[in-house]
């Protein structure tokens, strides 16, 4: 992409939070900005008062496809498809389109993180941000996360680090982003329906590594074989992650390993670049084995960001679920409720099941993402005592692994969470992990989370 200047043309694509941020950043930078959106001014009027005073042009209501073929370059929200008519017509005239934290970087010096994978991305975003802080350094924290990058280009005060969580959805349309350090956390099918196959869904995330040197850092899980080949031969040094004990890492890794393995309850950090050291999880508060890969992951970040072993340690102890990720709820007549509505690939769904010893009552279930849901079905023989299936994909969900637990499909959410405390004896778990999106019942997953702890709370 060219370098940014004052009175090039630039169309935004989708005024969300993102495209509300990078609307301000380069309306700022001098650069012609101009907004289009499907949506209508009532139902963005919380984003267009937030641009009251900066100055830019607005086409609400429809595209206008002329106006996508006179920029200079476009400027795409994650939740905007690039199959759009418009997008295409704009593309075959060769008019570069990117993605929000694309265009700020090019206004960022300090050091990049950036997180990437399918699964746990925000929790080992915020461990990260946590450690470098406790640690006596600054970091601001943004990206998919929640806090667009942008706003980071625009504050004055900045910080040691810059840590970004991507997704896929951004790294398609990114072409010279660069973070000094990338962590691959893990792979695994999601986003079908959005990006077509696997394929491409692991290209877009592959693309955070494009631009990086020898002189910069990877981290990533030395159990994920894809992930494994798909890094190999690259220039950045290495660093790996495994729950397996070092011994069960693969005899032609175990050669190169640098990085940190699970073992005796604790993180055991081994590498030629640190003295070796142990980590105590005693007392933990993040729960299962996905959990230890993040607590891992964020650890090596934050000894290449120079910060001590005490303050790592102190993090991993104290560091709390964030919500909607495996998030107690609370404890009602001897029944555990485990809201886990972030969850929203197999994948995610596996993980969850695998952190509980207790019989598990499950509710699954919301709009398909295009997934093959076989893959869950030994997990739910061994762990899962009801299965609850809701949503739109519950009878594709009840086909595949229907018959390897008692299930029952139900009509509305609230049923669903009401049939679930009914089935639970004492010491049950009853875990909300859908597996699938929520749009099909609710505006996001937060929205779902929420509307599943109200409900346990008026037990």
């Known amino acids: ?50 641009l009251e005073g900066y100055d830019y042009q607005s086409e609400l209501g429809k595209h206008v496809l002329k106006t996508f073929t006179e920029q200079d370059f476009i400027v795409v929200s994650p939740g905007v498809p690039l199959d759009i008519k418009p997008l295409q017509q704009a593309a075959k005239s060769n008019i570069p389109i990117v993605s929000e934290i694309e265009v700020a970087a090019q206004f960022i010096t300090e050091p990049i993180i950036a997180v990437t994978g399918t699964n746990g991305k925000t929790t080992t975003s915020h461990l990260i941000a946590e450690m470098i802080r406790a640690g006596g350094k600054t970091a601001f924290l943004g990206g998919n996360v929640g806090t667009p990058l942008s706003d980071y280009a625009l504050q004055k005060e900045k910080c040691d680090y810059v840590v970004c969580e991507v997704s ?29 196959t696997f394929e491409n869904y692991l290209a877009a995330k592959l693309r955070l590594k494009n631009n990086m040197t020898e002189e910069d850092y990877i ?6 074989s894809k992930l494994m080949s798909a890094l190999s031969g690259i220039s950045p040094k290495m660093l790996y ?3 397996d004990g070092f011994a069960k890492v693969a005899p032609h890794y175990q050669e190169k390993f640098q990085g940190c393995y699970y073992e005796n309850a604790g993180i055991q950090l081994k590498t030629e ?23 891992m992951a964020a650890t090596l970040v934050a000894k290449l960001a120079g910060i001590s072993n005490e303050a790592i340690q102190k993090v991993l102890i104290q560091f709390k679920p964030l919500p909607h990720r495996m998030e107690f709820v609370a404890k009602k007549n001897q029944v555990f409720f485990y809201n886990d509505s972030k969850g929203t690939n197999v994948a995610s769904l596996l993980r969850s099941l695998e952190s509980f010893r207790e019989p598990v009552i499950l509710i699954a279930g919301g709009k398909d993402k ?21 949503g739109e994909a519950k009878e594709k969900i009840n086909r595949s692994i229907g018959d390897f637990s008692e299930t029952f499909l139900v009509g509305t959410f609230e049923e669903a969470i009401y049939v679930a405390y ?29 509307y599943f702890k109200k409900i346990v709370m008026s037990f």
């Open 1 to 50: 992409m060219l370098p940014i200047k004052k009175k090039m043309r630039a169309l935004v694509v989708g005024l969300g939070r993102s495209g509300t941020s990078v609307t301000k950043l380069l309306s700022k930078k001098g650069v012609e900005v101009t907004v289009t959106d499907e949506r209508n001014k009532t139902d963005l009027k919380e984003f267009l008062d937030q």
């Open 370 to 390: 295009g997934e093959d849901y076989a893959p869950l079905a030994e997990a739910v023989r061994k762990h899962v005592k009801n299965l609850i299936l809701v």
């Open 241 to 243: 992650f495994t729950t």
């Open 422 to 450: 009914q089935k639970s004896r004492s010491g049950d778990v009853v875990l909300l992990s859908p597996g699938c999106a929520s749009h099909d019942m609710f505006k996001n997953y937060e929205e779902r989370g929420n």
């Open 273 to 295: 670049r640190w003295k070796e050291h142990s980590y105590p999880l005693q007392g933990t508060l993040l729960r299962g084995l996905h959990n230890r890969e993040n607590q």
């Open 168 to 196: 896929s959805f951004q790294l398609e349309s990114c072409y010279d982003f660069k973070p000094q350090i990338a962590v691959f956390l893990n792979i695994a099918p999601d986003h079908l329906d959005r990006h077509g």
């Open 219 to 224: 981290i990533t899980n030395v159990r994920d």
